[in-house]
């Protein structure tokens, strides 16, 4: 079951970079992915950037209601920013690291905001 916090958080407000993949998109980069019958998204590193976005975006909104940062979670935003790095600059939604990274504070501040909404720090 998830933590409280999870709960409150509402993915459905963040703009991921994601969000604005399509299909055809998919279908020209991954073509193994889409097939006559399915889209089979868990098998793309779309998959991968999702959870690694909602990972940059729980870790922040945890942050922002008061909680210490995570000593993972700290590690962890490296790992995301490469991560997201090579699927972003793949399917052309970052041109490098610095502007990924712009990406990643942009989910973050999303994220925070949020939180700071449901009575976190400010």
Same mark, same amino acid.
Do not use: C
């Given at each position: 079951? *998830?933590?409280?916090?999870?709960?409150?958080?509402?993915?459905?407000? !963040?703009?991921? *970079?994601?969000? %604005?993949?399509?299909? $055809?998109? !998919?279908?020209?980069?991954? *073509?193994?992915?889409?097939?006559?019958?399915?889209?089979?998204?868990?098998? %793309?590193?779309?998959?991968?950037? !999702? /959870?690694?976005?909602?990972?940059?975006?729980?870790? =922040?909104?945890?942050?922002?209601? $008061?909680? /210490? *940062?995570?000593?993972? $979670?700290? +590690?962890?935003? @490296?790992?995301?920013? +490469?991560? #997201?790095?090579?699927?972003?600059?793949?399917? &052309? #939604? %970052?041109? @490098?690291?610095?502007?990924?990274?712009?990406?990643?504070? +942009? !989910?973050? /501040?999303?994220?925070? =905001?949020?939180?700071? %909404?449901? &009575? $976190?720090? /400010?």
């Amino acid at each position: 079951m *998830p933590a409280d916090w999870t709960r409150r958080l509402d993915f459905s407000k !963040i703009a991921f *970079p994601t969000d %604005s993949v399509s299909i $055809g998109r !998919i279908r020209r980069i991954e *073509p193994d992915v889409v097939d006559e019958d399915d889209v089979r998204v868990e098998d %793309s590193t779309l998959r991968a950037a !999702i /959870s690694h976005e909602v990972a940059v975006a729980v870790e =922040a909104f945890r942050t922002a209601q $008061g909680h /210490s *940062p995570t000593t993972d $979670g700290l +590690e962890q935003r @490296g790992h995301n920013l +490469e991560v #997201l790095n090579e699927v972003y600059v793949l399917y &052309g #939604l %970052s041109a @490098g690291m610095h502007q990924t990274d712009q990406l990643l504070r +942009e !989910i973050e /501040s999303q994220a925070a =905001a949020q939180a700071r %909404s449901r &009575g $976190g720090r /400010s």
